[in-house]
């Protein structure tokens, strides 16, 4: 199947600051991306929807000035969390869809973040 | 607006047993359903996916059906094995392409 990849796995950072996550598809294109997170013992909320060359689409509830996402090419899309804070710590997840509706969803291995 | 329940929550089984996970769905406009394991940490790994038009998907040991008309999908595992232990996800693709999960069934299989 297709790979996507997730980086960094795993990341802790002082509240306040910003910490990029990034999603690659490695062996595919992906017009759209997806961004979720998951909280412990909790299933996957989706955040936002990215969108190759146009503006993220972020689901009710979903703070877009501090999540930004960034989809600059048809491989990789960007979250960033800026001005962290602890109750930003969560597991994020990415995924992306090589085609339109009816195909698999590929995810890639999520990061861990922590927040302190 | 689309809801996904997975029954039951947890599941405890001794190896060698069969087992039936069950996934229901609020809303039958579905492009298709795609049956999940994550383990601990980690992110998912897709099973199964079941398109609208299709009652079942076969993998290993692993059986997916679809009923979409009532809303029901169950993910048969044969003969489990201690390394079957995950927590097992159930995702719906709703018709605006977005996957709508359920809460996960973290299932145990005992040596």
């Known amino acids: 199947g297709a790979v996507v990849s997730q980086h960094p796995s795993w990341v802790i950072c002082k509240s306040g600051t910003s910490v990029k996550i990034e999603c690659r598809s490695l062996?595919?294109?992906?017009?759209?991306m997806f961004w979720y997170r998951q909280f412990p013992k909790q299933s996957l909320m989706l955040m936002a929807t990215?969108?190759?060359?146009?503006?993220?689409?972020?689901e009710q509830g979903v703070e877009k000035d501090k999540f930004l996402i960034n989809h600059a090419s048809l491989t990789l899309s960007t979250l960033t969390v800026t001005s962290a804070h602890p109750e930003d710590s969560s597991f994020y997840i990415c995924?992306?869809?090589?085609?339109?509706?009816?195909?698999?969803?590929?995810f890639g291995q999520g990061t861990r973040l922590t927040v302190v | 607006k689309q809801e996904v329940t997975q029954i039951p929550a947890a599941l405890s089984v001794p190896e060698g047993e069969n087992l039936v996970l069950n996934c229901s769905f609020t809303?039958?406009?579905?492009?298709?359903l795609q049956w999940f394991r994550q383990d601990p940490g980690k992110g998912l790994t897709s099973l199964l996916l079941?398109?609208?038009?299709?009652r079942e998907q076969t993998s290993g040991r692993l059986n997916a059906s679809l009923d979409k008309s009532s809303g029901r999908s169950t993910l048969y595992i044969a003969a489990s094995q201690p390394g079957d232990s995950a927590t097992y996800l159930c995702?719906?693709?709703?018709?605006?392409?977005?996957?709508?999960f359920g809460q996960g069934t973290t299932l145990q299989v005992k040596p």
């Open positions: 995924s992306a869809d090589p085609g339109q509706g009816n195909t698999e969803a590929f």
């Open positions: 062996d595919f294109q992906a017009t759209t």
């Open positions: 990215s969108n190759e060359g146009s503006k993220a689409t972020y």
């Open positions: 809303d039958s406009a579905i492009y298709n």
């Open positions: 079941i398109q609208s038009s299709q």
């Open positions: 995702a719906v693709t709703d018709n605006t392409g977005k996957l709508i």
